[in-house]
């Protein structure tokens, strides 16, 4: 049943049954029409009456037939099509049935049965069962396979469950106190000959129902295995009620095993195309969760270097610095420029200016494993390193590592006025050396919910320490307490406006 031709979000009445589904239904029918033919000579064997067998049987029948009803009604609630609330209704129909049918056995729970049974009551209750249930069939089958969704889902179905109540309270009333009306169809145990005329009409009706619903082509999984159903229901009728002699003979039991079946079918593929919708959902939110995470990290990745963008570094600065203030710990940041990288690339191209890009970025990349840690393309050929828990001397030592780490790729750099290689500058700032004016503004703009907006005081003096770097001749580290006399006092007043050193 693997090859159903159907979207992973099928319901079992629209997805078309595949060309092994049906082989598979075909040999099915196959034996159980093999099985009846064995069978039907022997149908009037008597056999010990078994009186346990009838409510174990019908209590079978009624959890089938009321599973198999919610599942029905479910499917309804997603494909809105009155067809499936018809057929639902004929499953709710012969599960009341059963348990009308189970308690008016002669017998059973009373010598003549409860609810005013009579000695026809039972068989007649048997056959206005069979008969409606295939009514139902004809009810759903004569909607075409076409049926369009249509509105009022709950109040369809609470009519269609009204309906059945109300049939099943007719037929009780029928086979009870009407059953003097009514032919007599059962003399003790066995068939009176009316009794043919009856279970042959009603078989009838149930064939009619079959031909009806292989004329829905091309069939659902849904009509395929109702068609097989079908054929199991004929059989129960034929053998428990029309070649056999009476109660507990071969027939009865046999037509009663074929009934179950037949109950048991829908129910079986509906619970099998569950659990395949419910792995292709497992499939399908963790395929949606892998997607959303390579997406988070195509927008938190810089696509050229490799390490985080420019976005990502913003993201994790604010998460840092709410972080820093409220814990009261050091943040310490790192802006980093390649030196003469505009001279580089009118040297060597482009080309080789992106791969110089990213052999930096590794090298800086190396230095930000630790958890918080983070190296970005802060833009251009500028990074920018993020080190939480980190004072201002420990950040600095990072910073020279950082140096010495990028000299020692020896990647080429004739237009370097430093060195025959690529150097760098690295500008390093903690929240902790900052004016004490910073830190309060800072903290009252935290609570304020801003924090995004003033953690950049601590951008413009890490790249204030980054400009002395250039200043001081590049190729080195310098934090922002090492400039000259009074420039850490005057962090709090520099702004964007900055100058800068060029390349």
């Known amino acids: 049943m693997s090859d159903t031709v159907a979207a992973p979000g099928a319901a079992l009445a629209n997805s078309l049954a595949g060309e092994g589904e049906q082989w598979f239904a075909a040999f099915l029918i196959g034996i159980s029409t093999a099985a009846f033919v064995a069978l039907g000579p ?4 008597p056999l010990p009456p078994l009186p346990a067998f009838i409510p174990i049987y019908q209590s079978a029948l009624v959890i ?6 919610v599942f029905l009604l479910g499917q309804r609630q997603s494909l809105r099509t009155d067809a499936l609330t018809v057929l639902a209704g004929g499953y709710l129909f012969t599960a009341l049935m059963s348990i009308l049918h189970a308690l008016t056995f002669p017998g059973l729970f009373a010598p003549t049965g409860l609810l005013g049974a009579g000695p026809q009551t039972t068989a007649w209750l048997y056959m206005l069962w069979h008969g409606g249930f295939p009514l139902f069939v004809l009810g759903y089958a004569s909607y075409g396979p076409s049926d369009q969704a249509s509105r009022g889902t709950r109040a369809s179905a609470l ?25 007599a169809i059962m003399r003790g145990n066995q068939h009176s000959a009316a009794m043919n005329f009856v279970v042959w009409s009603v ?5 009619l129902a079959l031909l009806v619903l292989t004329r829905r082509r091309p069939y659902s999984v849904l009509d395929l295995w109702l068609i097989v159903a079908m054929c199991a229901w004929l059989f129960d009728i034929a053998l428990s009620a029309a070649l056999n002699a009476g109660r ?34 497992i499939n399908l939110r963790e ?40 814990q009261r710990t050091a943040l310490s940041l790192l802006m980093i420029d390649v030196d003469y990288f505009k001279r580089f690339n009118d040297s060597y191209g482009h080309v ?15 230095f930000a494993r630790r958890a918080g840690e983070m190296a970005a393309r802060y833009g251009g050929e500028e990074f920018a390193v993020l080190l939480p828990h980190t004072d201002i001397a420990a950040a600095r030592r990072v910073g020279e590592l950082m140096c010495q780490a990028v000299r020692e790729q020896q990647i080429p750099h004739e237009g370097s006025a430093v060195a025959c290689h690529v150097t760098i500058s690295v500008g390093v700032a903690c929240i902790a050396e900052l004016p004490e004016s910073a830190g309060a503004l800072s903290r009252d703009t935290a609570a304020g919910g801003g924090s995004r907006g003033i953690a950049t005081v601590l951008i413009e003096a890490a790249d204030h ?39």
């Open 42 to 45: 022997f149908a009037r064997t």
């Open 64 to 69: 089938n037939d009321l599973i198999t009803a």
């Open 159 to 183: 009519r269609v469950t009204a309906l059945v109540a109300a049939a099943v309270c007719g037929c009780a009333l029928l086979g009870t106190w009407g059953q003097s009306v009514l032919p």
């Open 203 to 207: 078989w009838l009706i149930n064939l």
């Open 248 to 281: 507990y003979d071969l027939g009865f039991y046999a037509g009663r095993i074929y009934g179950l079946l037949a109950a048991s079918f829908i129910l079986i593929v509906l619970l099998m195309q569950s659990g395949r919708l419910y792995l292709a959902l």
């Open 287 to 326: 395929s949606d969760r892998a997607k959303a995470e390579e997406l988070r990290r195509l927008t938190a990745v810089d696509p050229l270097t490799g390490i985080a963008n420019r976005r990502a570094f913003e993201e994790a600065l604010d998460q840092e610095w709410r972080r820093m203030m409220r």
């Open 352 to 366: 080789a200016g992106d791969g110089c890009l990213r052999t930096v970025a590794q090298a800086l990349a190396k």
């Open 465 to 503: 320490a980054l400009y002395e770097a250039k200043l001081a001749g590049r190729n080195r580290a310098i934090a922002a307490w090492e400039n000259a006399a009074g420039a850490t006092s005057s962090l709090a007043a520099t702004d964007a406006s900055s100058p800068s050193v060029a390349g």
